[in-house]
């Protein structure tokens, strides 16, 4: 599962949520098989507000899985604060 912001950035940058569901692993077959992607929250504001030139500081993302319970959540993507345009940053969890 990945969870995406879009960041565009103007005067102000605003962020707005993507979720995209990819199949997850689990392995064997029978009633033990893990078919339900982690849910991944993210954290901070969402949509986040950030200023033409201010800091961008990644607040991330936490996930939960269903067999598996809290697992690692890792991030992609930069935000240049400095040029105005659109960013991405995308949480993964499998």
């Given at each position: ?32 098989k893990?078919?339900?992607a ?6 901070g504001?969402?949509?986040a ?15 939960v899985?269903?067999k598996?319970?809290n ?7 930069t ?7 659109e ?7 499998t």
């Amino acid at each position: 599962m990945s969870v995406k912001h879009t960041i565009n950035l103007s005067k102000i940058l605003i962020f707005t949520l993507i979720i995209s569901l990819a199949g997850c692993g689990g392995g064997g077959g029978g009633e033990n098989k893990d078919t339900t992607a982690p849910v991944i929250t993210i954290s901070g504001e969402n949509p986040a507000n950030i200023l033409l030139n201010e800091a961008y500081n990644d607040a991330g993302a936490s996930a939960v899985d269903d067999k598996d319970g809290n697992v690692t959540v890792s991030s992609t993507g930069t935000v240049d604060t400095s040029v105005v345009g659109e960013y991405t940053i995308t949480y993964s969890a499998t």
